[in-house]
């Protein structure tokens, strides 16, 4: 180790802090601890306190209103597949009897010639 | 040295945590004094990690674990507050007033003349400077605690033993 490095070990020798240091930081340690947290300030806070109680009713309604239109929206699809169902049966049956139709007409006109 | 020391664990509800704090003072506060030349920001500093300290108990494993955690917190500290002081200027170190802590060297003039020149090497220089001759740490520990390579630190401290050198030849000429 040379001078230099023997001068800096000296110099900068570990010095205490003033008497009361370890008295403060407990103070602030109970001064934190007595300290609430960020979510119930938030809670607690009253401009904060109506925002919320505004926001979580939004939601609730909000909630409420988009189920219902969902429902709605389910029982309107279901009441128009039953119409297709129903049109699609009707034009079926239709169809059969024109084919009938057609089938009986082509065997008279054959037994004729 | 930490022995004595119960887990930390342990000591989160429990008037110990005093304990604890006597026992790191002296390191955390002259390792915040040494850096940033000023005895109040230091006290303020120190008591800011220990605050996070107490804070993260639980989460520390050893007494070694608080030694280490205690190092590298102070020194990122130290190295936040030294640039927030380049952003906003106060005090140029020349005007700072001297400090006021005991000096018991055989020249106390030479001592406070090495703290100042300390003080004004490169924030990681510095750091690194305080750790090996304040805490007498080998380059590997600093290493680690800074996350640099070994290699990095020990030319640092070259560097840094290469800049004191010319500092004090520059003050002894202008003496």
Known sequence: ?113 | MTSDIPNPAELVQTADFAALVREHQSMVFSLALHFLHDRASAEELAQDVFLQLYRHLGELKSPEHVVYWLRRVTANRCISESRRRQRRPEVPLEDAPESEAPKSESDPLAGERLRRMVASLPEKIRMVVLLRYQEDLDPEDIAKLLAMSVNTVKSQLQRALVMLRRKASGMELER
Do not use: H
């Open chain 1, 1 to 113: 180790m040379d001078p230099l490095e023997r001068e800096l070990k000296n110099a900068l020798r570990r010095e205490e802090p003033s008497g009361d240091f370890t008295a403060r930081v407990l103070a602030r340690v109970e001064q934190q601890k007595r300290r609430p947290s960020w979510w119930s300030r938030w809670f607690t806070a009253p401009g904060l306190r109506w925002a919320t109680a505004v926001v979580l009713c939004v939601l609730v309604v909000g909630g409420v209103v988009y189920q219902r239109e969902q429902a709605r929206r389910r029982a309107e699809g279901e009441v128009a597949r039953e119409q297709v169902m129903l049109a699609l049966r009707i034009a079926g049956t239709k169809v059969k009897l024109a084919q009938d139709r057609v089938q009986q007409m082509s065997d008279r006109s054959t037994r004729r010639n």
